[in-house]
């Protein structure tokens, strides 16, 4: 049985930093591009980054790019967000995710095989 389990969210100002965490379980990792994913309130669930299964490669989402990391440690089976300077619409559920296609192709939700079930990020003004 596959588990994306996602933690780290919480309520922040403007400006403060997270660090999301996405423990694996059940999938061959190393094979999988990860994701993360979030969807706002009465909004679409968006692309935000993802990393190649060999970590070597990232892809940003523009609203993100410069602010937000993404890293992955296959020995771990973890995937990781580094969030600074966030800002309030930085505000939504982040969602991890894993899927076979190239980490450049996934920034549709129908690439994604698996989902986590999300970790609530808060930024107020």
């Known amino acids: 049985q596959v588990q994306l389990v996602e933690s780290g969210g919480g309520l922040v100002q403007a400006g403060d930093s997270l660090r999301l965490a996405c423990a694996a379980s059940?999938?061959?990792?190393?094979?999988?591009?990860m994701a993360w994913f979030r969807q706002a309130p009465e909004k679409e669930r968006e692309f935000v980054s993802s990393?190649?299964?060999?970590?070597?490669?990232?892809d940003y989402a523009a609203s993100v790019k410069g602010r937000l990391t993404i890293s992955r440690d296959n020995a771990r089976n973890m995937v990781y967000l580094q969030m600074n300077s966030l800002r309030p619409e930085d505000t939504a559920v982040y969602y991890c995710?894993?899927?076979?296609?190239?980490?450049?192709?996934?920034?549709?939700?129908?690439?994604?095989?698996?989902w986590g079930q999300g970790t609530q990020v808060t930024v107020s003004s």
């Open positions: 059940g999938l061959p990792f190393s094979h999988y591009s």
């Open positions: 995710a894993a899927s076979r296609a190239d980490h450049r192709d996934t920034h549709s939700s129908n690439s994604i095989e698996y």
């Open positions: 990393i190649r299964w060999s970590g070597d490669s990232t």
